[in-house]
């Protein structure tokens, strides 16, 4: 549309000008098959965006068309406002140097050579090419930033999505899987442990809302993690105990999510793989920052090596500055440490 206007707002100076009809007419001529060899040749390779070699071809159409009309007219000169932008769109930046320096000089050239008055003076042509070329650098600058701004925000994107579908999965494992896991473990143990089963199926039915909802874990909902902590232990489906040593200080939400998950699956690992007949769960306070013990008097980690659970430990403490020790010493110990 630019270029339609520029175009034809040279057409109608050249035609309205006080030079001989004849030399109007063929100027205007010329600069109608300009148009015309811009929209059925030039504008295909702004579509395409390739910058190759037929933009010296439409930029050589381009400028003998131009040389007549200026050669019959010298109002035609206005039509470089179209012309010089249409190079800068169809050529890389230096390549389009030379087709814009021929173009705008044309005025000049045809003065020096046959004799004419120029209507170009030179000092404004060469302003027209330094203006020109440095506007053209500008908005290539820009262009490439904003190419490398997308490439950026596809890529976090992509790292976001990965990111949540881990935390999804760590979520569903701390949840979901083992809180069906500790169903069955209950009702293998046949009736006694059926009403602790349903209290557990309940629970996690509570989770899988939480998490639809993106809120915080169910058991966190409306309580102290103390008191999360202490049901988690009650929960399980062999003798336990859970103390806190220390004054208790608040901690952020995500620093409790973690400690909660952190338990959860270290109480899930005892019930599944450890072989033990009691788990011990001991929360400290101290200046440093708190602790959480889980210990029990199974068989120990001996040299197997770390599951996806462990490894999801460890990554959500990482997430809040904190350490995940084992130990096999008389049992199993999961020692976690988040510092304040």
Same mark, same amino acid.
């Given at each position: *549309?630019?270029?339609?206007?520029?175009? %034809?707002?040279?057409?109608?100076?050249?035609?309205?000008?006080?030079?001989?009809?004849? !030399? +109007?007419? &063929?100027?205007?001529?010329?600069?109608?098959?300009? *148009?015309?060899?811009?929209?059925?040749? !030039?504008? +295909?390779?702004?579509?395409?965006?390739?910058?190759?070699?037929? =933009?010296?071809?439409?930029?050589?159409?381009?400028?003998?068309?131009?040389?007549?009309?200026?050669?019959?007219?010298?109002?035609?000169?206005?039509?470089?406002?179209?012309?010089? &932008?249409?190079?800068?769109?169809?050529?890389?930046?230096?390549?389009?140097?030379?087709?814009?320096?021929?173009?705008?000089?044309?005025?000049?050239?045809?003065?020096?050579?046959?004799?004419?008055?120029?209507?170009?003076?030179?000092?404004?042509?060469?302003?027209?090419? !330094?203006?020109?070329?440095?506007?053209?650098?500008?908005?290539? +600058?820009?262009?490439?930033?904003?190419?490398?701004?997308?490439?950026?925000?596809? +890529?976090?994107?992509?790292?976001?999505?990965?990111?949540?579908?881990?935390?999804?999965?760590? @979520?569903?494992?701390?949840?979901?899987? $083992? =809180?069906?896991?500790?169903?069955?473990?209950?009702? $293998?143990? %046949?009736?006694?442990?059926?009403?602790?089963?349903?209290?557990?199926?309940?629970?996690?039915?509570? @989770?899988?809302?939480?998490?639809?909802?993106?809120?915080?874990?169910?058991?966190?909902?409306?309580?102290?993690?103390?008191?999360?902590?202490?049901?988690?232990? &009650?929960?399980?489906?062999?003798?336990?105990?859970?103390?806190?040593?220390?004054? %208790?200080?608040?901690?952020?939400?995500?620093?409790?999510?973690?400690?909660?998950?952190?338990?959860?699956?270290?109480?899930?690992?005892?019930?599944?793989?450890?072989?033990?007949?009691?788990?011990?769960?001991? *929360?400290?306070?101290?200046?440093?920052?708190?602790?959480? @013990?889980?210990?029990d008097d199974g068989r120990g980690f001996g040299d197997a090596p770390e599951g996806f659970g462990l490894r999801g430990m460890r990554?959500?403490?990482?997430?809040? =500055?904190?350490?995940?020790?084992? &130990?096999?010493? @008389?049992?199993?110990s999961v020692l976690v440490e988040v510092p304040l």
């Amino acid at each position: *549309m630019l270029f339609a206007i520029t175009q %034809a707002a040279a057409l109608v100076i050249v035609l309205i000008e006080g030079s001989p009809l004849s !030399g +109007r007419l &063929s100027a205007a001529g010329l600069l109608v098959l300009n *148009m015309i060899w811009f929209w059925t040749y !030039g504008r +295909r390779l702004i579509e395409e965006d390739q910058d190759d070699w037929r =933009g010296f071809v439409h930029a050589a159409g381009s400028l003998a068309l131009f040389a007549g009309a200026v050669w019959f007219s010298g109002s035609a000169t206005f039509a470089l406002f179209a012309l010089v &932008s249409q190079v800068y769109l169809m050529l890389p930046l230096w390549w389009a140097l030379v087709p814009v320096v021929l173009l705008v000089m044309t005025p000049e050239i045809l003065a020096s050579v046959f004799g004419l008055r120029p209507t170009l003076p030179l000092v404004a042509a060469l302003l027209i090419i !330094g203006f020109s070329q440095g506007f053209a650098w500008a908005i290539t +600058r820009i262009t490439h930033q904003n190419k490398q701004r997308g490439v950026l925000l596809d +890529r976090i994107e992509a790292l976001t999505i990965e990111a949540e579908r881990a935390r999804w999965s760590a @979520e569903i494992h701390d949840t979901l899987a $083992q =809180g069906f896991t500790s169903i069955i473990t209950l009702l $293998q143990g %046949a009736e006694p442990n059926v009403e602790l089963a349903l209290r557990t199926a309940r629970e996690n039915l509570r @989770e899988a809302r939480a998490l639809v909802a993106s809120n915080a874990p169910s058991p966190l909902d409306g309580s102290t993690l103390e008191d999360a902590l202490r049901r988690l232990v &009650s929960g399980v489906s062999l003798p336990s105990s859970f103390r806190v040593i220390g004054d %208790a200080v608040p901690l952020a939400t995500s620093v409790e999510v973690v400690l909660l998950r952190t338990v959860q699956e270290a109480l899930t690992n005892v019930a599944r793989h450890s072989g033990a007949s009691r788990v011990d769960v001991v *929360m400290r306070f101290d200046e440093d920052g708190v602790s959480l @013990e889980v210990h029990d008097d199974g068989r120990g980690f001996g040299d197997a090596p770390e599951g996806f659970g462990l490894r999801g430990m460890r990554a959500r403490l990482e997430q809040v =500055g904190g350490t995940l020790s084992l &130990s096999s010493d @008389e049992g199993a110990s999961v020692l976690v440490e988040v510092p304040l």
